[in-house]
Each structure stands twice: as structure tokens, then as C-alpha cells.
């Protein structure tokens, strides 16, 4: 579990689970969701709102954890742009330590016989 600060001065936070980002990762709710000045903004936001209201709509929405995420983080009182930004940092780091993880795993086992 993780937690977000969700304003700048550090008073809200929302909690964050591995479901949540893999989640994220699943339906790529952060692709392309920046535009190339790098700012997130409240519009930022919106544009996923529309994006998982969107998939929500379709066939692919009828997944659970897409609905708890929106329940418990992107739709949640506190999520502002501020806490967007916080949760795409927690996102990336997250991926990046999978992906080292799972490349330390790999040069273990090029060393380990299997017979």
C-alpha cells in the first residue's frame, strides 16, 4: 500500500494499492494523457475522468478493479491535480522497480543451471 499527498501543503493524502497501478497499467489511463508541456493540470484530470467514464461505458468497463479505482482514487474527494502528479510519479517508480526487478531476476537465473 502507498500513499499520495493529494495538496501541496500536505494535509490530504488518499492510499494507493498494487491493484490501483496495476490497473492503471492494464487500461493505460496514462497514455498519452500529458501533453508535451509536462504540466498536470485540473484539466489533466478531467481528460482521464472522460477517458475511464468512457470505458466505463463499454464492454471493457465491466472490470472491478477499474470501478474501485475510480471510486477509491480518481473520483475521490481529495484527487486534485496535485495528487494526479503525485499519483503518475508513484506510477512510474512503480514500473521502473518492476521492470529492475524483473531484470535483476533475469541476470540471476542466465547464471543458475536448471539441471
Request: proline letters at 1%.
Amino acid at each position: 500500500m502507498y500513499k499520495i499527498q493529494t495538496n501541496s501543503s500536505g494535509t490530504r493524502s488518499i492510499d494507493i494499492s498494487e491493484d490501483h497501478l496495476q490497473t492503471i497499467e492494464d487500461y493505460q489511463l496514462f497514455r498519452d494523457l500529458i501533453d508535451s508541456n509536462g504540466y498536470v493540470d485540473e484539466q489533466v484530470l478531467d481528460k482521464l475522468k472522460l477517458n475511464i467514464r468512457s470505458l466505463l461505458g463499454s464492454e471493457a468497463g465491466k472490470d472491478k478493479r477499474l470501478l474501485d479505482l475510480c471510486l477509491d482514487v480518481i473520483y475521490h474527494a481529495n484527487m486534485k491535480a496535485f495528487g494526479l502528479q503525485q499519483l503518475v510519479l508513484l506510477f512510474i517508480n512503480w514500473k521502473n522497480r518492476g521492470s529492475n526487478d524483473l531484470g535483476m531476476t533475469t541476470r540471476a537465473l542466465q547464471g543458475t543451471p536448471f539441471n
